[in-house]
């Protein structure tokens, strides 16, 4: 916490990396007071899969937490494929945008998975109609093992193109890439 409170510019945390909904509400009920006790921090946001893969995680003391510090607080879950949003994963969702909390979307590019428009829509429209906010769509990282998942990018812009002509702007995410050594993502589309 040091580090952060010393950091004067810093205005936002994101608990991500892993996913911080592993944790115990109270464990993260804790670390919001703490980060809020920082006079420069505004911004709380939250980056997990927990809503989409095990949506009963989402309880009144996970909403509890999130609503209760002066943090403008988000939640960014990460999803792939309209298949994903069953009917527990829609509840889980309304609970938190229903709490006040803005909800946000991130996926990534897929080849063989959501690489073809009527998916893309299907999964953004979906996430509209559960008003949440499709946010970043990821070309994906070169990782051992994953290159057979790999989409070129200019296939990825032509994919974006076709959403625009489909779907409302705020159902079109950002198509980026984070470059291995860079501090921000580019946007490329």
Known sequence: MGEIAAAESVREVILSGGDPLTLADEFL???AKRLAEIPQLTR??????FPIMVPQRVTDGLLA???GTRLATFVVVHVNHPAEIDEA?????????????PVLSQSVL??????????????????????????????LD???GAAHF???EHEGIELVRQLRTRL????????????PSGPSKLVLA
């Open 29 to 31: 009920a804790w670390l």
């Open 44 to 49: 709380l946001r939250v980056h997990t899969r």
């Open 65 to 67: 937490w999130l609503r």
């Open 89 to 101: 994963v829609g509840e889980a969702l309304t609970r938190l945008v229903e709490a006040g909390i």
């Open 110 to 139: 897929l080849g063989g998975v959501n690489d073809r428009v009527e998916v893309l829509a299907s999964l953004f429209e979906r996430l509209a109609d559960l008003r949440v906010m499709p946010y970043y769509l990821h070309q």
């Open 142 to 144: 070169r990782v051992a």
């Open 150 to 152: 790999e989409v070129p």
């Open 168 to 179: 409302p702007g705020y159902a079109v995410p950002r198509y980026v890439r984070q470059p």
